[in-house]
């Protein structure tokens, strides 16, 4: 008889940077519960390791020159941008090799689902003729953005980005966000990044795009991007809460927990800029100076090179160190699913990437906003603008504003307001 094996391999294609890795997986984790072999690609770069979350997944690497040392000379953006030249003939000979074990008795390929900055993928996937769908880590609003910017006339959104008196205009047809608002990265020039986001939003034969996102947080955005795409838009986050997939490429420091549970409720505000945003020395001293007048305790993380010219916090003075030690705790990562639902956490200050966007979202944290750099600015606008569970702090940080803002979200009327309003939110997602 003809065999009529059921196609049940998934294969996976992340970035190599630690806020695509995490939903990546998560993703993985929630196909294999329904049944699917799942197959990672990863690039060189990644550190992505079969640990016992994913030991039931294969891992494959393709071969790629790019090191972390090319991404410190290059920066994240052009290192994006050879990586997706580099990998094309790899990756198709990768999949090549899984078609010929197919051929051997193994689970036939049903979809390659990719990252939308590994772009590259699509070449092979149309040469073998496997379906694939693309898989976007960031918010409906982001992609939009992304879309809408990919078609403008670069000349004159480049002299609007660069006037003064532009940055606080809304830019049209994407309110509430402004010119300042947009996804635009620090990372390279403006015309590098609308040449990706060309890439990024061209799904090519793709049948589908999935998203991260719930239709509660961004109904109209979900609607826009299934008129204009014309392929179904899954959206099915946060996706942390229906498959919790431990990936962090950093080592997390577990001794905070035990520090938070000395702590009184909703009384501690949790610090984590992400990884890779930088801090300049000034501004950790503003930030440490305005927490420690606020009287309440803070968990602070600080990663390791997050700090020009330092391996971590041994250049900052003495002084540093004291405004910290009387009601702050200092990890070099930590486990943020974990701390955010600890009782004792009232607020989260954070670079607002979309993962930890939405696991506030999850744990109904309210949020301190200063983003760095991307789909971070699309983010805290809608925290504070949208959803109305967030504070920005815009321009140069102080101490004051600092204090402040602190005392807004933990102690004050205005905070737990807030607070409602997250929960409320936890409950719809």
Not at 98 to 115: H, M, P, R, S, T
Not at 145 to 163: G, Q, T
């Amino acid at each position: 008889m003809e065999d009529k094996r059921v196609k049940r391999r998934i294969v996976l294609v992340p970035v190599p940077a630690q806020g695509h890795v995490t939903p990546m997986m998560q993703l993985g984790k929630a196909l294999y519960s329904k049944g699917f072999s799942i197959t990672v690609v990863l690039t060189h770069y990644n550190r992505v390791s079969s640990s016992k979350y994913f030991s039931d997944f294969q891992f494959l690497t393709i071969s790629g020159s790019l090191t972390e040392s090319d991404l410190h000379t290059l920066g994240p953006l052009k290192f994006l941008m050879k990586l997706n030249q580099i990998c094309e003939t790899s990756f198709k000979h990768c999949l090549s090799n899984l078609l010929q074990e197919q051929v051997n008795g193994n689970d036939d390929i049903a979809c390659v689902v990719y990252d939308e900055y590994m772009y590259f993928s699509q070449a092979a996937v149309k040469e073998f003729q496997l379906p694939s769908v693309v898989f976007s880590t960031t918010s409906a609003t982001a992609f939009v953005c992304r879309s809408v910017l990919a078609r403008v006339n670069a000349e004159s959104f480049l002299i609007n980005m660069k006037d003064p008196e532009a940055q606080d205009m809304v830019f049209p047809g994407l309110y509430p966000l402004r010119y300042k608002d947009l996804p635009t990265s620090v990372f390279g020039p403006l015309e590098s990044m609308l040449k990706v986001y060309t890439e990024t939003v061209n799904i090519r034969t793709a049948s589908a795009v999935i998203i991260n996102s719930a239709s509660c947080l961004e109904s109209s955005s979900l609607a826009w991007l299934k008129r204009e795409l014309h392929v179904p838009v899954y959206h099915i986050g946060p996706l942390h809460i229906a498959a919790s997939a431990p990936s962090s490429l950093l080592e997390e420091d577990r001794s905070c927990i035990e520090w938070l549970d000395k702590q009184k409720p909703s009384s501690v505000i949790y610090i984590s800029l992400g990884s890779l945003a930088l801090m300049e020395t000034k501004d950790m001293f503003e930030m440490a100076w305005g927490l420690s007048n606020s009287n309440q305790p803070f968990l602070w993380v600080i990663r390791p090179g997050s700090i020009p010219a330092s391996e971590w916090t041994e250049t900052l003075q003495e002084e540093f160190s004291k405004l910290v030690s009387e009601r702050g705790y200092i990890v070099k990562w930590a486990p943020q699913m974990e701390v955010l639902r600890h009782p004792s956490v009232g607020a989260f200050w954070s670079h607002c990437g979309w993962n930890s966007t939405l696991e506030s979202i999850g744990e109904g944290v309210p949020m301190i906003c200063r983003p760095f750099t991307g789909d971070q600015k699309v983010n805290a606008r809608y925290l504070e603008r949208v959803w109305r569970i967030g504070v920005q702090l815009e321009g140069e940080l102080e101490k004051g504003i600092v204090e402040t803002a602190v005392k807004r979200l933990i102690a004050g009327e205005e905070g737990e307001d807030m607070r409602k309003r997250a929960i409320d939110l936890k409950e719809e997602a």
